[in-house]
C-alpha cells in the first residue's frame, strides 16, 4: 500500500522528499528504508509508537544525523546536512518538544537571537521591535515583543517560536507535540495558526500521540513502525483504529498481557485524607491484595504528587497512611522505603537513575546494606550476584554489569529501576509513567512485571496519561482532578469516555 | 591501583575497538588514567635528561615531599568535587589549623600530639561548618567555602596578631623532618653519611591516606553514595541516599585533610606561619582536575589526583632545576591544566 501512495503524489509542488533512508547507531538499527515527502501547504503527520524512529527521522530531515544511505532532496535538489545551520539555511525549521527560548530575555530579542538588526554596533531596537510585531501579526497572536519570555505561558512561547521559524523563511516546519502540555483553547489556537500557515503555502511536519485532534488539521500522514516504514495515505482515507492498528502492528488485544493476578479483599494499602496545601487535598484509597490501582486524570491533576508524598520525597501536611493494617509515618524518603514502599519516577534521567553510574551501581543503589558488611564495605561477590540476579531476571540487555546506564535503551533502563526496587522487596510500588519513551517490545515486557508483582502480593499503583493503558492494565482506577479524586471506578465497567469526564471536573461522583 | 589489570582488559578489547569507532566507558578511562601517568612518566624523562640532579632517590624524596600537601588536599577536593560540589577553603582552614596546634603547644603547653590532634580537629570542623552551610543552608559551594577562606584566614591572623608563632621546640618539627628507615653511618672523619635519607614521615602519612580513601571510595558504601550524588543528587535521594549527611561527610573530610597538612606543613618550618597556604586550594582542585575528577561531579577517582599532583609537583621541581623563574612555572602549569582538561573534554564529547 505503501507504494501505491507515494505514486499518487504528483499534484501538489513537493517540498522535500527522502528516499529510502536508513539510519544506523552502534547496534540498534534505527531507521530502515523510510520514504517520506511534504508538499507545499499540507500537514503531514508522521505517527509511530515510541522508538519508532519518528524522532530519529526528524533530526536527519534537520540535519543533527546523516542517514547512512538515502537521499534527501529540498524543492528538487539533492540535499545533505551536515548540521541544523545549514538546514535552517534553506528553510527547514523545527520546533522542539522542550522549547529552545531564553527566558531572560523578551520575545523580540528571541525571534530574532544571533540576528539582531543593527545600527553600527549596537541592537536597532525600534527595528527589532517592529520585525518582531510583524512575525507576530502574520500568526495573529497578541504578545507584547517586549516582555520577557519567562513571563509568557507555555503555548505563548509556542508562538514566539513559530514567530521566530516564520521570520527566518521557513518553507518546511517541523512541530513536535506541539500539543502536549496545551489546553484544548491553546491548542484551538495553535490549529488556526497551523491552517494560515498552510495557506500560505509552509509545509508542516506534524507529530503528536493526539491521533484524535489530527482531525483538524491533518492531510496526510505517514506511520512508522520500529523503525521501517510502514505506509503513506490521505488522512481522509483512514480511520483512527486503521492507524493505531499499523502503529502497532498487532490488534489491539494483544497490547496487554493476560492478567495472572487475582484480586482478593485484604487491603494492603490505604491512605485517607492525605492533603497537601495548594497541591491536592482529601485524597483517599486503598489497594488491595493482587489488584493493580490506576491512578488516571491530566497533567497537573496531582497524581504524581500524591505518590511522592507517600513516598516521603515531598511533605505531606495531613492525612494517614497504613500499610498492612500499621500506621505510617513517613516524612523523607528514608522512611518511606524502610516502610517498603517504592516509588519509580516519572523521569527516569532526572531522578530515577545515576546515568553516569553502571548498571550493578544503579540496581544496588536502594539497598547498599544488603551487599556490603556492618562497617559499610561492599561485599564484591554478593554486589555481582545480586546485579546479575536481576539483569537476569528481568531480562536487562546490557553487555555488561558495569556498562553506564545512560548507553542502554529506555526499556533496560526502566527495567533497572524496577530491579533497584525489587531488591528491596517492597510491598508497595508505585509505577510513574512506567512506559514513557519505550518502544513497544519492552513496554510488554514491563506490563508484564507489574503483573506478576500483583499476582505475588504486591499493591502496585499505575500512575499514566494513556488512558488505553489504564484501562489495559488495572483493576481500579482513581481519577485526579484539580488535586482530588473525582471518582474510583472498576475498571472492567467504564471506558475512555467516563473516565475523561471525571478526569476534565465535568462531574463528580460521590464515593 | 587497577592499573595493571587494566592493561590486559585494554588489549583484549583493543579489537573491536577499532571495528565500532567507540570506545567503552572502562577503556576511556584507562586511556584517560594511561594520558596522565604517560604525561608524569615523559616529565620524568624530560627532566632526567636535562638535570643530571633530578633522577636521584633524594630528589625523588624532595618531590614527594613537597607533593604531600597537595595531594592531602587534591584527595578532600576529589571527595567533594565528585558531589558536586567544591571546596575553596582548604589554603586558610590549613592555616587555621597550624597555628591553632602551634598555640596549644607554645601557649598552653600542651604536649605536641595533643596540639596537632586539636589542629586537625578545627579542620574538621571547618569542613563540617562548610558541609552544613552546603546542604542545611543550601549556599552554593562555591559560596560557602569562599566565605569560609575568608574566616578561616581571619581568625588565623587574628590570633596570632599576624605574626609567626616560633620557638616550638624541635619535637613540634618531627612529624614534619622526621623519616622513617633512614640510614646514616659516620665516616672516618666523624661526619655522618647518609647511605638512605629515608623515606619522610609525611610521604609515609601521605600514601596511607592515599589508599585508605581510595578504598573507601571504591568499596564502601558511603564511596558508592558520593557518586551517587554527584551523579544524580534527586536520583540517590529517592534512593535512600542521606544526601545532607553524605555531603557533609566530604567536606569533613576535606577540612580534616586541610588540618592535617597544616600540622604537617607548620612542623616541617617548626613555625606556624597565618600566612600558609595561601591558593593552596587551587592547587588541590588542579591535581583533582588534571588527574580527570569532572567539576560537574560524578567522576573522579584518588589515583587520579594522586597522579595529578605529581605532575604539578614534578613540573615545578623539575622546572626549578632547570633554572626556570617562578613566573614561567606558573605559565607553564596554567597551560598544563587547561591543555588537560581539554583533552578530557575531547573524551566525553560524543
Redesign the interface.
Same mark, same amino acid.
Given at each position: 500500500m505503501g507504494a501505491s501512495a507515494i505514486a499518487a503524489t504528483a499534484p501538489a509542488r513537493v517540498l522535500l522528499r527522502l528516499e529510502n533512508i536508513s539510519k544506523e547507531f !552502534?547496534g540498534v538499527k534505527a531507521l530502515s528504508g523510510v520514504n517520506f515527502d511534504l508538499r507545499a501547504g499540507e500537514v503531514h503527520a508522521v505517527c509511530g509508537e515510541n522508538g519508532a524512529g519518528k524522532s530519529t527521522l526528524m533530526k536527519i530531515i534537520s540535519g543533527v544525523y546523516q542517514p547512512n544511505s538515502g537521499s534527501i532532496t529540498f524543492k528538487g535538489e539533492p540535499m545533505r546536512f551536515s548540521s541544523t545551520l545549514q538546514s535552517e539555511a534553506v528553510g527547514i525549521a523545527i520546533i522542539h518538544q522542550e522549547l529552545n527560548l531564553v527566558p531572560h530575555l523578551t520575545v523580540a530579542e528571541n525571534i530574532y537571537l544571533a540576528r539582531e538588526p543593527r545600527r553600527g554596533f549596537l541592537v536597532d531596537r525600534r527595528k527589532l521591535i517592529a520585525a518582531a510585531r510583524r512575525c507576530l501579526d502574520r500568526i495573529g497572536v497578541n504578545i507584547d515583543p517586549t516582555v520577557q519570555v519567562r513571563a509568557l505561558s507555555v503555548a505563548q512561547r509556542q508562538m514566539v517560536e513559530i514567530a521566530k521559524a516564520l521570520s527566518l523563511d521557513a518553507a518546511v516546519l517541523i512541530m513536535d507535540e506541539p500539543t502536549s502540555s496545551l489546553t484544548e483553547q491553546e491548542a484551538q489556537l495553535l490549529f488556526k495558526v497551523i491552517r494560515d500557515l498552510k495557506a500560505q503555502g509552509t509545509g508542516i511536519i506534524y507529530i503528536s500521540h493526539r491521533l484524535d485532534e489530527m482531525v483538524e488539521i491533518v492531510d496526510r500522514v505517514t506511520v512508522l513502525r520500529d523503525g521501517r516504514y510502514i505506509s503513506t495515505d490521505d488522512f481522509a482515507d483512514l480511520t483512527l483504529d486503521d492507524i493505531v492498528a499499523r502503529m502497532v502492528g498487532r490488534s489491539l488485544e494483544d497490547k496487554y498481557p493476560e492478567p495472572t493476578r487475582v484480586p482478593g479483599e485484604h487491603v494492603i494499602f490505604s491512605a485517607s485524607g492525605l492533603t497537601r496545601h495548594g497541591v491536592f487535598s482529601d485524597i483517599g484509597f486503598e489497594i488491595r491484595r493482587g489488584e493493580i490501582l490506576g491512578f488516571a486524570g491530566l497533567m497537573g491533576a496531582g497524581r504524581t504528587e500524591v505518590a511522592r508524598a507517600i513516598?516521603g $520525597?515531598d511533605p505531606l501536611d495531613s492525612g494517614t497512611i497504613t500499610l498492612d493494617g500499621k500506621e505510617l509515618k513517613i516524612t523523607d !524518603?528514608?522512611n518511606g @522505603?524502610?516502610a517498603g514502599i517504592a516509588?519509580l519516577?516519572e523521569d527516569r534521567k532526572?531522578?530515577?537513575? $545515576? @546515568? *553516569? &553510574? =553502571?548498571v550493578d551501581?544503579n540496581l &544496588? &543503589? $536502594?539497598r &547498599?546494606?544488603g551487599v556490603?558488611n556492618r562497617?559499610? @564495605? @561492599?561485599d564484591?561477590k554478593k554486589h555481582h550476584d545480586a546485579s546479575q540476579h536481576y539483569v537476569d531476571l528481568l531480562n536487562i540487555k546490557t =553487555?555488561s554489569l558495569?556498562? =553506564?546506564v545512560r548507553?542502554l535503551s529506555g526499556g533496560n533502563q526502566q527495567k533497572i529501576i524496577i530491579g *533497584?526496587w525489587l531488591f528491596r522487596e517492597p510491598r508497595v510500588m508505585f509505577f510513574d509513567e512506567p512506559t514513557r519513551g519505550i518502544d513497544i517490545g519492552a513496554k510488554f515486557a514491563i506490563y508484564q512485571i507489574m503483573d506478576e508483582l500483583a499476582a505475588r502480593g504486591i499493591a502496585v499503583v499505575l500512575i499514566s496519561s494513556e488512558l488505553p493503558e489504564v484501562l489495559g492494565m488495572t483493576d481500579r482506577i482513581a481519577v485526579f482532578h484539580a488535586g482530588r479524586i473525582t471518582a474510583t471506578l472498576t475498571t472492567r465497567d467504564t471506558n475512555q469516555e467516563e473516565i475523561m469526564h471525571y478526569a476534565s471536573g465535568s462531574g463528580r461522583r460521590a464515593q | 591501583m587497577a592499573d595493571v589489570t587494566g592493561e590486559k582488559d585494554m588489549q583484549q578489547r583493543a579489537a573491536p575497538t577499532v571495528k565500532t569507532g567507540r570506545l567503552s566507558e572502562r577503556q576511556k578511562d584507562i586511556i584517560q588514567k594511561f594520558a596522565a601517568l604517560a604525561s608524569l612518566v615523559v616529565l620524568t624523562a624530560f627532566f632526567s635528561a636535562t638535570s643530571s640532579a633530578f633522577f636521584t632517590v633524594g630528589n625523588g624524596m624532595t618531590i614527594a615531599l613537597q607533593v604531600t600537601s597537595i595531594a592531602l588536599l587534591g584527595i578532600g577536593a576529589t571527595y567533594v568535587i565528585i558531589t558536586g560540589g567544591i571546596d575553596l577553603s582548604v589554603g586558610s582552614v590549613l592555616a587555621l589549623a597550624g597555628v591553632v596546634a602551634a598555640l596549644a603547644v607554645k601557649e598552653l603547653q600542651l604536649p605536641v600530639w595533643l596540639g596537632m590532634v586539636l589542629g586537625i580537629l578545627t579542620g574538621s570542623l571547618c569542613g563540617m561548618i562548610n558541609g552544613i552551610v552546603v546542604t542545611k543552608l543550601r549556599l552554593p559551594p562555591f559560596i560557602a567555602t569562599l566565605g569560609m577562606m575568608l574566616i578561616a584566614r581571619g581568625v588565623a591572623l587574628q590570633i596570632t596578631g599576624a605574626r609567626a608563632v616560633s620557638g616550638l621546640g624541635e619535637s613540634f618539627g618531627v612529624l614534619g623532618n622526621g623519616s622513617l628507615l633512614r640510614f646514616e653511618s659516620i665516616d672516618e672523619q666523624g661526619f655522618p653519611v647518609v647511605a638512605f635519607p629515608g623515606i619522610p614521615y609525611p610521604v609515609v602519612l601521605m600514601i596511607i591516606i592515599a589508599v585508605a580513601s581510595a578504598y573507601v571510595l571504591n568499596r564502601t558504601v558511603f564511596g558508592r553514595h558520593v557518586y551517587a550524588i554527584g551523579s544524580n543528587a534527586d536520583a540517590a535521594r529517592l534512593s535512600g541516599v542521606n544526601v545532607s549527611r553524605v555531603t557533609i561527610y566530604t567536606y569533613l573530610i576535606s577540612g580534616t585533610l586541610a588540618g592535617l597538612t597544616g600540622c604537617v606543613l607548620m612542623s616541617r618550618l617548626v613555625t606556624a606561619q597565618p600566612n600558609e597556604g595561601v591558593m593552596y586550594e587551587l592547587d588541590a582542585i588542579a591535581s583533582a582536575v588534571i588527574g580527570g575528577t569532572s567539576l560537574i561531579g560524578g567522576v573522579g577517582t584518588i589515583s587520579g589526583t594522586f597522579i595529578g599532583a605529581f605532575v604539578i609537583g614534578i613540573l615545578r621541581n623539575g622546572l626549578n632545576m632547570n633554572g626556570v623563574s617562578a613566573f614561567t612555572q606558573q605559565i607553564i602549569i596554567g597551560l598544563v591544566i587547561l591543555a588537560t582538561v581539554w583533552i578530557d573534554q575531547l573524551r566525553n564529547r560524543r
Open positions: !552502534p513516598f $520525597a !524518603p528514608r @522505603i524502610e516509588y519516577s532526572a531522578n530515577g537513575l $545515576a @546515568i *553516569k &553510574m =553502571p551501581a &544496588m &543503589m $536502594a &547498599m546494606d556490603s562497617f559499610g @564495605i @561492599i564484591r =553487555p558495569t556498562q =553506564p548507553l *533497584k | -
